[in-house]
């Protein structure tokens, strides 16, 4: 039989529930449209209470977004078994489950929110796109990129960025279909860079050999074909 009493939390275990609570919040809205008054009435607990947390909703905004950007980041980890379209692809479905489920406050950390522009903001963005540009390496079996590599895999993640923000803004394309096209495209601008570059060439070669006749790689040499007939 319940008595009725509330359990007191500990410190941790608050700035943690307040956490989740904001990155709910953000979730649905911009961060800069949600009130400290609102995270307190969400979380139960008063206005003076958030801020014996949380010095002001910028740390506590900073702290939502740490714990989103591990989230971001770890959607790129992937067991390297089986051939690597259909492992981009499972990347591609992660990484747009997170923009679904945290719409707003991916556009706002994107595009510009409350804590952009912060040196700690920065930091975490970076991180985010180092760990999955680690992870993508890891996926083509490369330790030190070449100066080639780099460009590839970096301007991909970047495209995915820019591709997922477009689609928020009405979702005029059906995310399927954009996720098929991110792992053509990282196949395209590898393959294009191959055609200047004996080491890429050789990558390119590799990356293929063992990719099935379904698979998204074949869908898109058949696509291109198809266009060219």
């Given at each position: 039989m319940s008595t009725g009493v509330r359990r007191r939390m500990g410190v941790d275990e608050r700035r943690q529930q307040l956490i989740g609570v904001a990155l709910e919040l953000f979730s649905r809205r911009s961060p800069d449209e949600v009130s400290i008054d609102e995270i307190a009435a969400a979380a139960g607990i008063s206005r003076p209470l958030v801020y014996h947390y949380f010095p002001g909703k910028l740390s506590l905004?900073?702290?939502?977004?740490?714990?989103?950007?591990?989230?971001?980041?770890?959607?790129?980890?992937?067991?390297?078994?089986?051939?690597?379209?259909?492992?981009?692809?499972r990347v591609m479905r992660r990484y747009f489950d997170f923009v679904?489920?945290?719409g707003p406050g991916f556009a706002a950390l994107m595009r510009g929110?409350?804590?952009v522009g912060s040196s700690a903001t920065n930091a975490l963005i970076d991180s985010v796109r180092q760990a999955a540009y680690e992870q993508i390496l890891s996926h083509l079996d490369v330790t030190e990129a070449p100066a080639r590599l780099e460009l590839v895999v970096r301007s991909w993640i970047s495209l995915a960025e820019s591709t997922a923000l477009i689609w928020l803004d009405g979702r005029r394309i059906p995310r399927g279909e954009l996720e098929v096209q991110l792992v053509h495209d990282f196949a395209a601008l590898a393959a294009v860079s191959a055609a200047y570059d004996e080491e890429m060439s050789a990558l390119v070669k590799r990356m293929v050999q063992d990719e099935?006749?379904?698979?998204?790689?074949?869908e898109l040499a058949t696509r291109l074909i198809a266009l060219a007939g």
């Open positions: 905004y900073e702290a939502a977004l740490k714990r989103a950007s591990e989230d971001l980041a770890g959607r790129f980890a992937e067991p390297q078994e089986g051939p690597l379209g259909a492992r981009l692809l679904d489920e945290h929110g409350p804590a099935p006749t379904d698979g998204p790689f074949a």
